[in-house]
C-alpha cells in the first residue's frame, strides 16, 4: 500500500519516536479549541452581568412606555466597543428600543426570541427577561461580537513557531517524513498566512495527500469557499447600500421639486401681491430646509461608510468664511443680528475640499445665528497657532451646559433646549454640528466648543492644520452670477428644450413655467417618447433637461445618443440623485450641468444661461 494512502493513526506510529511533530500539532489544535471554549464562556458571563443589571433597572421604562430613557440607557452600551446591538422589546414581543440609535429596524429580530445564550458564528446573542414583582413585563436583547481572530491571535502565532520548529527537527531526522508529513501542513499555513496578509480570499490550499491531512486540507479549502462567498455576498450588500442611498435621495427629492418650483417662481413674481410673495417665500424656504435635511442624513451615512471623498486642493480659509457667511446673510438680517468678521490669520491656506470646508463653516455659523436671540451679535474671527489656523465663531445665544459640552457634537443630539415645551422652537434634527465634526476630521482638523453655561453664549473653535509653504491659494468657489448678469446667446427663434421626466407633477410644471419664459418646449415621460419627438420635429433641440431615472432606460442613454446625432448639444442632468457617483456619471455621460432635486427656478435658469453665454 502506497504511504499517501495510508490512515493518519498508521503514519504517526511510524513517527512518533523521530518526532513529536503531530502531537504537537495535535496539542496545539486542543489548546486553541479549550482557549476558544473558555473564551465564549467568559465572554457569555460577562454579558449575562450586563444584561442582568440593565434588566433590574429597566422594568418601570417599559411600564411607563418611555421610549427616550430606554435609548439613554441603550446608548450606555457604546462603552463597550464588543457590543454591536441592543434592544428592549415589550411583553409583547415587540421591538421597544434599540441601539445604536440609527439602525434601522430590521436590523434587528422582528420579535424577542427564546430567553438565553445563543452563539450565532462570531457573534453572541442574549435574551434576557426583565420583571417586575414577578411578573414579566419585557425582554433585553444584546449581540455582542466574540472577536475571536482578534483573540487568538497570539495563539495562532505560537502554534505557527511550534509547527515551523518540530518541522525543523523532522526535517533533520527525517526528510522523508518531512516531505509527508509537514509539508502538507505547511502549506496549509502559509496559504492561511497568504490570505491574512493580502485579503485575497480566492487562494486554495493544494492536496498532498488522501489522508486524514488530505481531509483537512479539503476542510480547509472548503470554509475557505464559504469565506469567499460571504465575502463576496458582504461586498454585494454594501453596493446595494449605495444603490438604497441613491434611491432613498431621489424619492425623498422627487416630490418636493414641482413644490419648489413653483414657490420660487411665484416669490418672485412682481404681478402678485407682496403678501402672496411672501407667502410663496415662506413655502421656498421650508422646501429648501428639507432638502438641507436629506442631505444631512445622506451626508451622515456617507461618512460614516468612508463613501464620501473629499477633493484635497489649497483653500483660503478666509474666503471660505466669507461664503460661508454670505449664505447665511438674510437669516442675520432677518433677526437684525450685528455679525463681525474679524479674519486676523496672516496664513489661512489650507488644504483640503472647499465645498465642505464652507460646509463647516456654514454649519457653526448657522447654528450661532439659530440660537442667538435677535440683535444680538455673532463673531467670527481667524488667528495663527503655530503650524494651524485658528477659527473661532462666538456667539451670545442660549449657551450651552457643561453637561452637554461632552455630547454636543454626537448625530441627534440638540441639548436641553430641545426638550420640554420649546422642542420645536430651534428645529433641526442635530446633524449639523456632527457632520462638521467629522468633516473637519476628515481635514486633519479637530472642533471643540465652550460656553460658561446657560445663557451665556458659545464659542466654537476650529483648528485646521496649514498648507506647507509656499502652497498658492485657491479661493472657494465663487457665487454664480445671477441669471440678469449672464448675457443669453442671441437667438433667431425660441430656444428650442427636450424635457424628460417621468414624474408627471414635475414635468407638467416645469414645461408651463419654461414655457412662459419663451422657451420652445417638447415634453416626454420616457425614453420612447423623447425618441419620437426628436423624430418628429423638423429642426434639432437646442437642449436637452432629463431626469436620470425613466421607466425605460435612463438619462444617460438618452444623451449618449443625442450627442451621437446632434454634437455639441448641451444637456442638464435634473435628477434626485445626489452622490458622488452620480455627478461624475451625469459628466462622463455628456450632461454640462448636474443638479439635484429639488430645484429652484433661479438656479434652472440661471444653469440655461450659463450654457447659452
Not at 511550534?162 to 525543523?168: C, P
Not at 410644471?509 to 419663451?518: A, K
Amino acid at each position: 500500500m502506497q504511504f499517501q494512502k495510508l490512515t493518519l493513526k498508521r503514519k504517526l506510529t511510524g513517527i512518533i519516536f523521530v518526532t513529536s511533530l503531530s502531537v504537537l500539532f495535535v496539542t496545539c489544535l486542543m489548546f486553541l479549541y479549550y482557549e476558544v471554549h473558555n473564551y465564549r464562556q467568559s465572554v457569555a458571563r460577562s454579558l449575562v452581568a450586563m444584561a442582568d443589571i440593565i434588566a433590574a433597572n429597566s422594568s418601570e421604562i417599559l411600564i411607563f412606555n418611555d421610549q427616550k430613557l430606554a435609548g439613554q440607557i441603550l446608548s450606555d452600551l457604546q462603552v463597550e466597543p464588543a457590543i454591536t446591538a441592543g434592544a428592549f422589546y415589550d411583553n409583547n414581543g415587540k421591538l421597544f428600543a434599540m441601539y445604536p440609535a440609527n439602525a434601522s429596524a430590521t436590523d434587528f429580530p422582528s420579535s424577542a426570541g427564546d430567553d438565553g445564550i445563543h452563539f450565532q458564528g462570531d457573534f453572541l446573542i442574549l435574551y434576557t427577561p426583565i420583571n417586575e414583582s414577578q411578573t414579566r413585563v419585557g425582554t433585553l436583547y444584546l449581540k455582542s461580537n466574540l472577536n475571536l481572530r482578534e483573540h487568538l491571535k497570539v495563539y495562532a502565532l505560537v502554534l505557527l513557531i511550534i509547527l515551523f520548529g518540530s518541522g525543523a527537527v523532522a526535517l533533520l531526522l527525517s526528510n522523508f517524513f518531512q516531505q509527508q508529513i509537514s509539508q502538507p501542513l505547511l502549506e496549509l499555513a502559509n496559504v492561511a498566512k497568504a490570505i491574512s496578509n493580502r485579503k485575497d480570499y480566492s487562494v486554495r490550499a493544494k492536496k498532498t495527500s488522501d489522508d486524514e491531512l488530505g481531509d483537512l486540507t479539503d476542510a480547509f479549502n472548503s470554509m475557505l469557499n464559504q469565506i469567499q462567498k460571504s465575502h463576496e455576498e458582504t461586498l454585494a450588500a454594501s453596493r446595494a447600500k449605495d444603490d438604497f442611498l441613491a434611491a432613498l435621495s431621489h424619492e425623498l427629492r422627487t416630490p418636493l421639486n414641482p413644490v419648489l418650483l413653483v414657490a420660487s417662481d411665484a416669490a418672485i413674481n412682481q404681478d402678485l401681491p407682496p403678501p402672496t410673495r411672501a407667502d410663496f417665500e415662506m413655502i421656498r424656504r421650508n422646501v429648501e430646509l428639507e432638502a438641507r435635511l436629506i442631505d444631512d442624513l445622506l451626508d451622515l451615512t456617507r461618512i460614516t461608510r468612508g463613501k464620501l471623498a473629499l477633493e484635497q486642493r489649497p483653500v483660503d480659509v478666509h474666503e471660505a468664511l466669507r461664503e460661508a457667511v454670505s449664505t447665511v446673510s438674510a437669516d442675520v438680517e432677518k433677526k437684525q443680528i450685528q455679525l463681525a468678521i474679524d479674519l486676523h490669520a496672516q496664513k489661512s491656506v489650507v488644504v483640503g475640499d472647499s465645498v465642505r470646508l464652507q460646509q463647516i463653516f456654514w454649519n457653526v455659523i448657522k447654528n450661532a445665528v439659530k440660537f442667538t436671540p435677535d440683535q444680538s451679535k455673532v463673531t467670527v474671527k481667524s488667528f495663527e497657532a503655530g503650524s494651524k489656523v485658528i477659527v473661532k465663531i462666538i456667539d451670545t445665544g442660549i449657551g450651552i451646559k457643561a453637561g452637554e459640552l461632552s455630547r454636543v457634537f454626537n448625530a441627534f443630539s440638540q441639548g436641553d433646549h430641545a426638550n420640554g415645551g420649546i422642542s420645536h422652537r430651534f428645529g433641526g434634527l442635530g446633524l449639523g454640528l456632527a457632520i462638521s465634526r467629522m468633516l473637519v476630521e476628515m481635514h486633519h482638523g479637530s472642533i471643540y466648543a465652550e460656553s460658561a453655561g446657560a445663557g451665556k453664549g458659545a464659542t466654537f473653535i476650529i483648528e485646521l492644520p496649514l498648507a506647507p509653504s509656499p502652497v498658492p491659494a485657491r479661493q472657494a468657489a465663487k457665487p454664480s452670477p445671477s441669471p440678469a448678469s449672464i448675457p443669453a446667446a442671441p437667438l433667431t427663434r425660441p430656444l428650442s428644450i427636450l424635457l424628460v421626466e417621468d414624474h408627471d407633477p414635475t414635468r407638467l410644471t416645469l414645461s408651463q413655467l419654461l414655457r412662459q419664459r419663451h422657451y420652445d418646449v417638447g415634453s416626454a415621460a420616457s425614453l420612447a417618447e423623447a425618441r419620437s419627438l426628436i423624430q418628429e420635429r423638423k429642426e434639432k433641440f437646442d437642449m436637452v433637461i432629463s431626469d436620470i431615472g425613466l421607466p425605460d432606460g435612463t438619462g444617460y442613454d438618452l444623451m449618449a445618443e443625442m450627442r451621437r446625432s446632434t454634437p455639441g448639444i448641451r444637456g442638464i442632468a435634473l435628477t434626485g440623485y445626489g452622490m458622488e457617483q452620480d455627478l461624475a456619471h451625469s459628466m462622463d455621460a455628456g450632461f454640462t450641468v448636474h443638479l439635484t432635486k429639488p430645484v429652484t427656478m433661479e438656479s434652472l435658469e440661471k444653469a440655461l444661461k450659463e450654457l447659452l453665454a
